[in-house]
């Protein structure tokens, strides 16, 4: 194949909170890259994924849920919506096939308007929660919305048509040169995937506001010369007292579970056996104050 048929660009998934975007991106980058979670406004970071073919790489930056700002981070967070949207050459608006379209939806299809540039692409996802009748139905709605470059149809969770959406996209995607080593998956620093997995563990079981108030940094990873260990030290803030109770659990009992599957996970990732040094930390009100945003990375 000559140079000049290969294909590579940027490709980003919108859509209100949980309608499967992170979920989407691992499937397609067949990694573990953005964090999942049943929690409404998981992804907080524009994360690359890439995917590789012989014929094209796809980039894919993976963005935090649009939604209208509440918290001084809910506004940093749009701001990297909008950075991100005004810098890919397609934008896929993911619809989830289990609910009807509503003015989330409709707010983000309105808002793709701003990006002229960008091919849009709707993806109707999580097919395999709804009825054939019902994904027929989606489908319609969905083209109702705009006049589409593409319209897929898929499921993350069983890996359903996702070779199709791969297809669309490459073609929609300009000529040119692989933008990244055949080798990488994505260009998160190891801290960040590691304090993510954190972030995961932590999330589980945890309801009402203390999901946003959750974050998690990472001080060292340092790993062992005489043994094939990686010892990881990382804090999980919270930003009330009454939050670290919680996390805590009866007797530490909560948070063993926690660093548990956080360690699993974090094996899973270096290859290696992880001693997991866990600390849970109150960062007052941090959603709302400039300096901490600025200390945990936004
Ligand atoms: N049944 C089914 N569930 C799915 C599928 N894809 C994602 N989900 C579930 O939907 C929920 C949300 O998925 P995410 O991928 O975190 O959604 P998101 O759009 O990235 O969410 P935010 O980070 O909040 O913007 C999770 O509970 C997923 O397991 C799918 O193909 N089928």
Redesign the pocket.
Same mark, same amino acid.
């Given at each position: 194949m000559s140079e000049q048929q290969h294909r590579s660009g940027f490709v980003t998934?919108v859509?209100?909170? +949980?309608?499967?975007? *992170?979920?989407?991106? +691992?499937?397609l980058v067949g990694e573990k890259i953005?964090?999942? *979670?049943?929690?409404?406004?998981?992804?907080r970071h524009a994360i690359r994924g890439v995917v590789h073919r012989d014929d094209a790489q796809l980039v894919i930056v993976?963005?935090?849920?649009m939604h209208k700002p509440r918290t001084l981070l809910g506004k940093r967070l749009n701001a990297v919506v909008q950075t991100t949207l005004g810098d890919v050459d397609v934008i896929c608006l993911?619809i989830?096939a289990?609910e009807p379209i509503g003015p989330g939806d409709r707010f983000i299809d309105q808002q793709l308007e701003g990006f002229p540039r960008a091919r849009k692409v709707a993806v109707v996802?999580?097919?395999?929660?709804a009825s054939k009748q019902r994904v027929a139905e989606q489908l319609l709605a969905v083209t109702g919305l705009r006049e589409w470059d593409a319209v897929v149809p898929? *499921? *993350?969770?069983?890996g359903t048509q996702l070779d199709v959406l791969v297809d669309q996209l490459v073609a929609l995607l300009p000529e040119g040169e692989p933008l990244y080593e055949a080798a990488t998956t994505t260009e998160e620093p190891l801290s960040v995937r590691i304090a993510e997995l954190v972030r995961e563990a932590a999330l589980e079981g945890v309801r009402d506001e203390l999901p946003h108030s959750i974050m998690v940094t990472v001080d060292d990873i340092v790993e062992r010369e005489d043994r094939e260990l990686v010892d990881v030290y990382a804090n999980l803030w919270v930003e009330r007292d009454s939050q670290k109770g919680i996390i805590i659990g009866h007797r530490g009992s909560r948070l063993r579970e926690v660093g548990a599957d956080a360690r699993a996970e974090i094996e899973r990732l270096v290859g290696k056996q992880v001693h997991l040094d866990l600390r849970v930390k109150v960062a007052k009100e941090w959603q709302g104050d400039p300096k901490q945003l600025g200390r945990f990375g936004f």
């Open positions: 998934f859509g209100r909170p +949980n309608a499967g975007k *992170s979920t989407l991106m +691992n499937a953005a964090i999942t *979670s049943s929690k409404p406004q998981t992804t993976d963005t935090p849920g993911c989830p289990d996802t999580k097919t395999d929660a898929l *499921s *993350s969770l069983r």
